[in-house]
């Protein structure tokens, strides 16, 4: 491209944050924290002082609030997605954010790191990347395990349960669910971390991040009487399990309806689906997207998964100011990976390639902002891209799913063994 913007500035070191600001977090955060009736269980972490790792699962805002909650007085940095910072980043910074872009390895994140350790604070990571789709943990960095060992600090984990079935990602209504639970727990002492190997480490956090949120409310008999908790689960659920046709599923208040074959199902107070004819594919949400990825594996080992060329719109956030529309284009997914390719306004050229090797998963949005639609999200380490497909069928979900399967296969092509968190 022959445009150039000026770039967010990764290499700048992390803000301790403001003395002032600090009352300022805990004051936002309890609101919420009180409205769903928080509950921290701690096991290990009692009189646990700054620095340390803390690693949390990731799925609504208000994790960020509970960790708020959990932590205080103490102060934190926490590494914050670029597009986080839109229209804030002085604020973002001062209360300790570090910028980072998804799924891209980036040498300067892990200086920021052990910077924030060095100063004594500490430093939360939602390693997931992402919201989760549907409640259950999402895949997981290899790189987490040599991190802890490198950081040797103390690493704790705090895993939130109860977010997702009250605003989860496919349809950010607050639901009201209470009391929501968090689990804040030492994994490893410093001096266990240099006794253990990084396979091992990263083993033990993929075991501790183990959750299913739907799992959680059914346990506990919460119920979510919100008259259109089903709308927007369409998004996560694009593959009907009856007539087996992709991308025409639609959702309406409590119903999800293929509207290929007619069939629907409502959901329950629960989180639990029933089939309307009185056959139930799947009653547990995250069931049903689990035999989705295994469809898309399927044509992963047959070499056959594409979703053929698409026509898209390309936004690109090279800082932290708005994003820049970079024009029309066409992208593909397959064997190959993710190619984009466009012109802007002015005729210029641009591109991205993201070969299979180079993403163990990617970030999704749906409808992004209320107003764009739904996009898959592609990072360099100075740019990143949200395209937006249109006129076609498709689902970014089976996009995220088709790449986290894609990566595996290669690893086992390879001779690698998947990672804990990826298997």
Not at 110 to 131: F, M, S
Not at 354 to 361: A, D, F, G, T, W
Request: contains cysteine.
């Amino acid at each position: 491209m022959k445009k150039e913007f000026k770039r967010f500035d990764m290499k700048k070191p992390p803000v301790r944050t403001k003395w002032y600001l600090r009352p300022l977090t805990i004051l936002i955060s309890l609101p919420d924290v009180l409205k769903h009736g928080l509950k921290i269980s701690k096991s290990g972490v009692e009189g646990l002082k700054p620095p340390y790792l803390m690693l949390c699962n990731h799925n609504a805002f208000m994790d960020f609030k509970a960790a708020t909650k959990a932590i205080y007085p103490a102060r934190a940095n926490y590494i914050v997605a670029i597009d986080g910072f839109i229209g804030r980043e002085k604020l973002l910074r001062d209360v300790g954010g570090i910028c980072k872009r998804k799924f891209t390895s980036d040498p300067t994140l892990i200086k920021q790191c052990k910077r924030v350790v060095k100063n004594g604070d500490v430093l939360i990571i939602y390693p997931e990347a992402r919201y989760s789709l549907c409640g259950t943990t999402a895949v997981l960095p290899e790189g987490l395990g040599a991190l802890c060992k490198l950081l040797n600090v103390p690493v704790v984990t705090f895993i939130c349960h109860g977010h997702h079935v009250n605003s989860p990602f496919w349809n950010l209504h607050d639901r009201g669910v209470r009391p929501t639970e968090a689990e804040f727990s030492l994994l490893y002492t410093p001096k266990e971390l240099e006794a253990t190997p990084v396979d091992e480490i990263n083993r033990r956090i993929v075991d501790a991040f183990r959750y299913d949120d739907f799992a959680w409310q059914k346990a506990r008999g919460i119920r979510t009487p919100y008259e259109k908790r089903a709308e927007g689960l369409h998004k996560v659920l694009y593959q009907c399990p009856a007539c087996g046709t992709e991308y025409r599923m639609t959702s309406a208040e409590t119903k999800l309806i293929c509207t290929a074959c007619g069939k629907s199902w409502t959901m329950s107070e629960l989180g639990e689906l029933s089939g309307d004819d009185g056959k139930t594919e799947f009653s547990h949400i995250p069931d049903w997207y689990e035999w989705e990825r295994e469809n898309v594996r399927r044509e992963v080992d047959a070499g056959t998964y594409s979703t053929g060329e698409m026509p898209v719109t390309v936004d690109s956030l090279p800082n932290a100011k708005r994003f820049i529309r970079l024009g029309e284009g066409r992208m593909i997914h397959d064997m190959n990976g993710f190619r984009v390719r466009g012109t802007d306004a002015d005729g210029d050229p641009f591109e991205m390639v993201k070969p299979v090797p180079s993403l163990y998963s990617c970030h999704i949005e749906y409808e992004y902002l209320g107003k764009h639609g739904d996009c898959v999200d592609l990072n360099t380490l100075t740019d990143t891209w949200y395209i937006y497909p249109h006129d076609c069928a498709f689902s970014v979900t089976k996009m995220a799913l088709a790449t986290e399967e894609l990566y595996k296969k290669h690893r086992e092509d390879i001779g690698k063994p998947c990672p804990p968190g990826l298997a």
